[in-house]
């Protein structure tokens, strides 16, 4: 008998942790708040996924446009010093390329001649130029395009 009552002691614990264990887990699932049906509950999550959705498309044709516009802007930066004459002090000349994201943008040339600086630009097209470049311009420009 005191046995039987032991057995039925553990099992009624047993059962009590279990029911606990499910009033959390119904809690969780269900809120705290008003009690809703399933179904309202379900319907409720359906109409908040609907609009996650709705929000992530948004994001996704927002981040389409912005990475379009991107390829379009300046990312691949390079410049070059040198000294083109060997009776002027120091490396005051320079060559700057800056492309967009399909190597498309400018290479920028300055000669410092005896106090005279003298500036040239000449346009990149797909990673090359249709006028002729310089060896520091073709250097400014391989780095560009290797520095993506």
Do not use: W
């Not at 029911?19 to 908040?48: C, M, N, S, W």
């Not at 389409?64 to 070059?80: C, E, I």
């Amino acid at each position: 008998m005191q046995l039987a009552l032991i057995v039925l002691g553990v099992a009624v614990v047993a059962c009590g942790a279990r029911l606990f264990y499910l009033e959390k887990k119904f809690q969780k699932i269900f809120g705290g708040g008003d009690p809703k049906t399933a179904e309202a509950l379900v319907v409720e999550h359906a109409g908040r996924i609907e609009e996650v959705e709705q929000a992530l498309r948004e994001l996704g044709d927002a981040h389409s446009t912005l990475a379009r516009d991107f390829l379009g802007s300046v990312q691949k930066v390079s410049m070059v010093r040198f000294n083109p004459f060997s009776d002027t002090g120091g490396d005051q000349s320079f060559v700057i390329a800056l492309l967009d994201g399909k190597n498309n943008g400018v290479v920028f040339s300055s000669l410092y001649t005896r106090g005279q600086p003298l500036v040239y630009a000449k346009p990149i097209e797909a990673g090359t130029s249709r006028y002729q470049l310089s060896k520091e311009e073709t250097d400014a420009l391989a780095r560009a395009i290797q520095s993506a």
